[in-house]
């Protein structure tokens, strides 16, 4: 049976959903103003809005109309046709690609069965590449990097996403307070959850990467101010010196999901 799936419970306005049609029977696909009609023989014409859908797998059962394709295409709807095994063979998308809202895309992404590993190493990545960024920071500084240090932070906190801070758990506090803020000026949520029940707290993870650059550049200044107020003056004095590392964490997120949402039927 054709089935619209949710990522995650609808709140507000209900979010597009992928329409998936690979069935073993027949069906014939028209449309009718801005719906999709799907008939079997001897069932009843069911109708799906295309506001409601973000897009379209079907196989070779699929008997689709030249109108039908056309309006799916004209609204943006790309459609991914899959064999017997449900492997890709290929695809029809609109001749321009247009950007989707962030929560449209994540509602996208979250629905993979596999998103979590997806994700996990998405934030890997990232956790190298602030430990490279930092790097290159300390060299510029005159003050380089040994290669044990930084095989060993490589070890630790871009494999195994550990970390051993030295800004007291008031500062910690303070720069998850800084995220959390600047979350909800972009109106993005903390929280998003899975089709699976499975919750990406993204404002925790944004927030850990935020905190190692942090830690990792600024230890030795860190561990050498002796009162938790220096200690706070200095994290808020890095962020302000930084303020486009969280834009980036967020604009290399977004390409992710973009990415993993286009190679994914």
Known sequence: MPTLRAAH????????????????TPLRIDAEGESLLLRRSAQATARYP???????????????????LALCLARGIPLVWVDGHGTALGSAGPRLATAQPFDALLDSYLERPDWRSHYDNWLKRRRLDILVLTALRATHAGQPMS?????EHKRVYVYN???DPVFPELARAWCYAFVV????VAAI???????DGQPLNLADDLFGLLWA???????SIAAAADQTRTQLLLVESWIARHPGRLPEHLARFRRHLAHENQQWP
């Open 189 to 195: 949520a903390n929280t998003y959850w899975a089709y």
């Open 147 to 151: 290669q044990a240090d930084f095989d």
């Open 181 to 184: 803020k600047q979350l909800a």
């Open 50 to 68: 295309l506001a409601r859908i973000d897009r379209i797998v079907c196989n070779r059962h699929a008997d689709w109309s030249g109108n039908a």
């Open 161 to 163: 996403a550990q970390l």
């Open 213 to 219: 650059e942090l830690n990792l550049e600024a230890a």
């Open 9 to 24: 419970p609808i709140i507000g306005d209900p979010p597009r959903k992928a329409l998936y049609l690979a069935t073993s």
